[in-house]
């Protein structure tokens, strides 16, 4: 299975450096990765990077928690976008959606989608599914889908677990045929990339695009 165009090349430690960013977007070059997924203060160093290039950029925005106000998400994508995100990777209010706050929620998904609509940007809904319920999981991918998101994403990789084929699944059945599922944390070798697709993933975030793709061959 050919997986360079599943894969969101990602870098989103916090100490990570201009020449990491820029060792990163040369990978994605080099292998044909479909994007590099970064926190969003690096978007614009990886705009002039991969200038006249077909990888797009991914910002994250509400990283890690999802739990700042949707002004400040809001914010944030925006000014991700102006910097040259293509795709939008937002955090969910975690919190809210435990305290059934349903509506909050889908206003803090769709104030983000519709600040990404104006730039033409893709936004993934993180839901950090390692910290939901199964039925949870269903409900907020039924949030998403009504707030205008074009995928729902399994994780941040910054919590307790990361994706696995099952939620994955649970996901896929959750949303419409017009969306995607994007898998994310804890990915680091061509068969789970394998098993995360074959669960239903259109996308794969892993920092470790490089080691699958040699091991792909």
Do not use: W
């Not at 002004?71 to 925006?78: P, R, S, V």
């Not at 994403?153 to 949303?175: C, H, P, Q, W, Y």
């Not at 080691?211 to 061959?217: D, F, G, H, P, T």
Request: net charge negative; charged share 25%; hydrophobic share 40%.
């Amino acid at each position: 299975m050919k997986l360079n165009k599943y894969i969101d090349h990602t870098l989103l430690k916090a100490e990570a450096t201009d020449a990491e960013i820029e060792t990163l977007c040369k990978e994605a070059i080099e292998y044909d990765f479909y994007s590099v997924c970064v926190n969003s203060c690096h978007v614009e160093l990886c705009n002039r990077l991969l200038k006249n290039t077909d990888v797009k950029i991914s910002s994250v925005v509400g990283f890690p928690l999802g739990a700042m106000s949707t002004a400040a998400k809001t914010f944030e994508a925006e000014d991700a976008c102006k910097n040259g995100a293509e795709e939008i990777d937002m955090v969910i209010n975690v919190g809210k959606l435990k305290s059934c706050d349903y509506e909050y929620v889908e206003n803090d998904i769709h104030s983000v989608c519709e600040v990404a609509k104006l730039h033409n940007a893709i936004v993934k809904v993180i839901i950090e599914t390692c910290l939901l319920t199964k039925d949870e999981i269903t409900q907020v991918c039924e949030i998403a889908t009504k707030a205008g998101a074009h995928f729902v994403k399994t994780s941040t990789g910054f919590s307790t677990d990361g994706a696995t084929a099952e939620n994955v699944s649970l996901m896929r059945a959750s949303i419409p045929n017009f969306m995607q599922v994007k898998a994310s944390g804890g990915i680091r070798d061509y068969d789970k990339a394998v098993e995360m697709i074959e669960a239903g993933a259109g996308r794969i975030g892993t920092s470790s695009g490089v080691k699958i793709m040699k091991e792909s061959k």
